[in-house]
């Protein structure tokens, strides 16, 4: 395979997972919205546009937090290269990139989702369309990666794919984290202290895992809990620990289907280890925030060697 | 419309009766509920849009996709038909072929005092760094599409030879796929030769033309100047059904005498190039420094035989129309005989006669730039305003020999689907040649491209022009 089509796959995934996380985040802020205060409602959009790392962008154009402009602002503002509408032009440009690397139904799922997205977007959307809006996006995501497991061949191409996915989720899990972690660090300190469950709530919700870690753990919601779930629990696919588990095959295939193992492959190692031998107690004691900004960097390191590994550009 | 009449109508008889080729498909359709076929009308362009069957326009704006208007009426021709039509361009393909051969070697044509020396001298195609140099296999043309008109029962002549880059297979592909969805019961009634193993064929034929220094399984691959090409989606689409990579300029290098391009794993060597980047951008250091779209040192390692470039450098020369004016004599002097599919009368406005004529009868007549393509910077006499001809008559006055000029031909016409029914528009026919050492293969169908407007004789899709899908019928 090219590297260059590699590039185009493995940033087609990247930037749909991108989007499909920032529909999540909007689903939780909504959320969050409908139960609270106007005052309270307001700051919810203001963590959830700084969630998402658009803060800058968006003070830039506005100066109060709305929820109908944070959304407008996150969906389909065309100075933001942010947008959804940003990337999923992105995924579908890298999509006819890679065409003759992806099956005809992948292709078939992103053209389409593309084409109901861009008119979706194609107008402001309102409070009676945005759930609505939300929906279709996570559901382009759903068929796509439905697309990718049921039609595409087990080469290279599936496995650039799939490393673009788990490197941007890995991304997006720890920077929710790591912008809620003073939430839960006077929990920590205070046992038994009054958590404030709808915050929780949301983090949970912007990853799709209110429901999972319900069912794990019958209604209790304490921030170690939470914390050990997003972070380590393999059986979450929005987990951390998940993320790695499945990087690591996906990069063990590559080196395998080239005969090598690149440098890629060696920082995974060291980073699954680290992972896998990690306690709560032990991220906790590093620091929730430490521990995250490492991590991130490291993911990013991943993504460099990946790119370095695989001639991703000449 | 009192012209009506004078078009052949490939469905209809003048009494009104259907003809032979039309008759189980007209048995078929007169069998359909209207509104039904109004919907299928409507769910073509979804299915169209769906796929990503586009071209992209430059507006000022941004670079827009816009979908070629299909027509589900096909296009229908006999296994008779067919089989005349065959021999013709096989014949002329062959002789194209041959004549780039002598034209970049001994040039006999021209000693032999049967084609002007000027023609060459003054052609923009024409490349230097060709001479004296014979392609792996010796085939210059691997792929040819020949622009057919119709205007009787058995009167079939070639409008334009394309054999620098045809496009346009890829809606022949598309076209017959979207019928069959479409209509499957139809295929089912009428016998209908396939195309869909076009890419198939043109894969062998590529790989059956490798330069010497290829293995058992020679690598092709299709050659695109990116996502931004308004044919990018035919490069794509045949990459994908060839099972090829798609590659740009800045995926390829020489390494060790031979093109490679960059795969996850380390350069590979690269045997036949499918190219559907034009001549002048394909090596910055022997043609345009500026370009971005070829790769630096290609022509080099064509010319030691380590690459096929597909199709070979320099065949624009057959594109031209004051070629063209030349390919009875050209068929002749190469295969030894006449020509079975005759070109359409044409004037050469650099001799002074034909300039007199065709300045006397501008109102009547076609006028043609020499390399011009596309439909663009032409002259239609009949459809255009009394400024429209002066304003040419001026720019053909100042330079002649950029011109040719042909007369307004009879187009045959073929019904399209309208809000109102069936309503004949002209239509012509582009076959594609598939050329290797030892084999013409031509796939039976083609694209038939149609004057969506009514009376209009231009089909080109950037006039406006829509396609249909083509049917050659079994025996």
């Known amino acids: 395979m090219l590297g260059r089509t590699a590039n185009g796959l493995f940033w087609m995934f990247r930037y749909l997972e991108r989007a499909e996380n920032t529909a999540r985040l909007i689903d939780a802020g909504l959320r969050m919205a409908l139960t609270r205060d106007l005052v309270t409602a307001e700051e919810e959009w203001r963590s959830v546009i700084a969630t998402a790392g658009q803060r800058a962008g968006y003070e830039a154009k506005h100066g109060t937090y709305t929820g109908n402009q944070t959304w407008n602002y996150m969906l389909r503002e065309k100075a933001n290269p942010s947008s959804v509408l940003s990337m999923f032009s992105l995924v579908r440009q890298n999509a006819r990139l890679a065409r003759n690397a992806i099956s005809g139904e992948l292709w078939e799922a992103i053209n389409e989702n593309w084409l109901v997205i861009e008119d979706q977007l194609s107008k402001p959307v309102g409070e009676n369309r945005v759930l609505d809006t939300v929906a279709t996006i996570r559901r382009a995501g759903t068929l796509a990666h439905g697309a990718l497991a049921g039609s595409m061949l087990r080469d290279e191409g599936y496995h650039f794919a799939r490393a673009g996915t788990f490197i941007e989720r890995a991304d997006s899990i720890a920077r929710i984290l790591d912008i809620k972690y003073y939430l839960l660090l006077p929990s920590l300190s205070y046992v038994g202290s009054s958590l404030d469950t709808g915050q929780w709530d949301q983090v949970l919700r912007s990853v799709s895992g209110d429901r999972a870690y319900r069912w794990l753990n019958a209604g209790q919601i304490d921030a170690r809990g939470i914390c050990e779930f997003l972070i380590l629990d393999e059986s979450f696919p929005r987990s951390l620990a998940f993320c790695y588990c499945a990087l690591r095959d996906d990069l063990a295939a590559l080196a395998r289907l080239h005969g090598s193992e690149g440098h890629s492959n060696m920082l995974m190692r060291d980073a699954d280890t680290r992972l896998t031998e990690l306690t709560i107690d032990d991220i906790f004691d590093q620091g929730l925030h430490e521990f995250l900004v490492e991590f991130t960097a490291n993911n990013a390191s991943i993504a460099d060697a990946i790119a370095n590994d695989y001639r991703f550009l000449a | ?475």
Request: overall charge negative.
């Open chain 2, 1 to 475: 419309m009192s012209g009506e009449a004078e078009f052949f109508n490939e469905m209809r008889e003048p009494d009104g009766s259907v003809r032979d080729a039309y008759a189980d498909y007209c048995g078929w359709f007169n069998d359909q509920d209207s509104k039904l076929l109004k919907r299928k009308h409507a769910e073509a362009e979804t299915n169209f849009r769906k796929t990503g069957i586009t071209f992209n326009v430059y507006g000022e704006d941004e670079a827009e996709e816009r979908l070629i208007p299909f027509d589900m009426v096909p296009r229908i021709i006999t296994a008779g038909e067919w089989r005349r039509l065959t021999r013709g361009i096989e014949q002329r393909v062959s002789a194209l072929n041959a004549f780039m051969h002598d034209l970049y070697h001994r040039q006999e044509i021209v000693r032999a005092g049967r084609l002007p020396q000027s023609l060459l001298r003054d052609n923009e195609a024409w490349l230097p760094n060709m001479v004296g140099f014979t392609p792996p296999g010796g085939v210059y043309t691997h792929i040819v599409g020949i622009d057919l008109v119709r205007t009787g029962p058995d009167e079939f002549f070639v409008l334009e030879d394309n054999a620098r880059t045809p496009s346009g297979v890829s809606y022949m592909l598309e076209n017959r796929e979207t019928m069959m969805a479409m209509f499957p019961e139809l295929f089912l009634r009428v016998p209908i030769e396939a195309v869909s193993d076009y890419p198939r064929r043109l894969a062998k034929s590529l790989a059956a033309c490798a330069p010497d220094c290829a293995g058992d399984k020679p690598v092709v691959a299709v050659l695109t100047p990116g996502i931004y090409n308004s044919a990018y989606f035919e490069h794509a689409f045949l990459a994908d059904q060839m099972g090829a990579e798609l590659v740009e300029g800045s995926d390829l290098r020489v390494v060790n005498g031979r093109v490679a391009m960059r795969t996850t794993s380390g350069y590979k060597a690269v045997d036949v190039i499918y190219r559907r980047v034009d001549d002048e951008f394909l090596d910055p250091l022997t043609f345009n420094p500026n370009s971005m779209l070829g790769v630096p040192g290609i022509m080099d390692v064509y010319r030691a035989g380590g690459v096929t470039i597909a199709n070979a450098p320099g065949t624009g020369v057959c594109d031209d129309k004051a070629i063209y004016s030349f390919m009875p004599e050209i068929v002749e002097f190469y295969t030894g005989e006449k020509p079975l599919l005759p070109n359409v009368e044409t004037w050469r406005c650099a001799d002074e006669d034909s300039l007199k004529y065709v300045l006397d009868n501008l109102g009547e007549l076609v006028v043609k730039e020499v390399h011009g393509s596309g439909g663009y910077g032409m002259l239609v006499g009949p459809a255009s305003t009394k400024k429209e001809i002066e304003e040419f008559r001026a720019k053909l006055v100042d330079n002649p020999s950029n011109y040719i000029a042909q007369p307004t031909l009879s187009l045959s016409t073929c019904p399209i689907f309208t809000k109102k029914g069936l309503a004949p528009r002209h239509v012509d026919l582009r076959p594609f040649v598939l050329v290797s050492p030892d084999k013409i293969d031509i796939t039976p169908g083609g694209l038939t491209r149609v004057a969506l407007k009514e009376g209009s004789l231009v089909v080109n899709s950037s006039q406006g022009g829509g396609t249909k899908d083509t049917w050659v019928l079994k025996d």
